[in-house]
C-alpha cells in the first residue's frame, strides 16, 4: 500500500480523498492548520501549512505521494500559487505530487476556450487564476517530477456534496458535462478519481478532468 500525505486534509476534497485512501487500505496522513474535532478513524492528522514548506517537508518524511487539497481562496488566496512551487521543490524527486485544482482552468470545448474565459463567475476568478499559475509552474518543472493536476467538475464543492457511486468520466483538458450540459461530480466520487490515478497512473505530468 502506498504512504499518501493530503495537504488540506480536512477540508471538503481533502476529507473525501482520506476516507476513500483509507478505505483502500493506504496509510494516510492528513495535514491542516487545526485538527479537526471529527476524525477519520485510521489516519493520521498533524498540524501544519503549506505556507511554513521546510517544517511540512520534515512531516511528511517517508511519503510516497503528496496530494495538496488546499485552496487559494479566503487568507490564502494569492499565496498558494508560490507555496506549491516551493513545496514541489522541496520535496525529494521520487515523490510523486497530485494538486486538486479548479475548474476554470479546463476548456469547454477541444482547443479551447477555457471556462474562465467564457460567462465565468467574477467572485471565483482569483482564485481560479491562481491554481492554473500552479498548474503552469507544475508545466515547467524539470521532466523528472512527476505529477498529475485535476480539474473537478464545474458544480464541485461542499454546497453539493453528493454521494459516492463509484464511477466518474475523464475528459482531458475538456471539461466534462452530461447530455443536458451540467456539469459536476461528488465529493466522494473526485476521491475515487484521485485514488485511481494514485493507484493506476495514467496522467504522468499531466492534467485531466473528472465529472459524470
Known sequence: MTRIAV????????????????????????????LPGDRIEGATYLVGTILDVPTLVGQLEGVE?????????????????????????????????????????????????????????EEFKAEAFEAIGILEDLQATDAARDWFFVHPAGG???????????????????LVTDDAGESYISGPDLAVAVLDEIESPKHHRQRFTVGY
Open 7 to 34: 495537504i488540506g486534509g480536512t477540508g471538503f476534497a481533502g476529507r473525501n480523498i482520506v476516507a476513500e485512501a483509507l478505505e483502500r487500505g493506504h496509510t494516510v496522513i492528513s495535514v491542516a492548520r487545526t
Open 156 to 174: 464541485f464543492g461542499a454546497f453539493n456534496p453528493g454521494e459516492r457511486t463509484g464511477s466518474y468520466r475523464v475528459g482531458g483538458d475538456v
Open 65 to 121: 505521494v503528496v496530494v495538496v487539497a488546499t485552496s487559494p481562496r479566503g487568507d490564502m488566496e494569492g499565496k498558494m500559487r508560490d507555496a506549491v512551487a516551493e513545496l514541489v521543490a522541496a520535496l525529494p524527486e521520487d515523490v510523486r505530487v497530485g494538486v486538486i485544482g479548479g475548474a476554470g482552468g479546463s476548456l469547454v470545448a477541444p482547443d479551447g476556450p477555457r471556462l474562465i474565459d467564457t460567462d465565468f463567475p
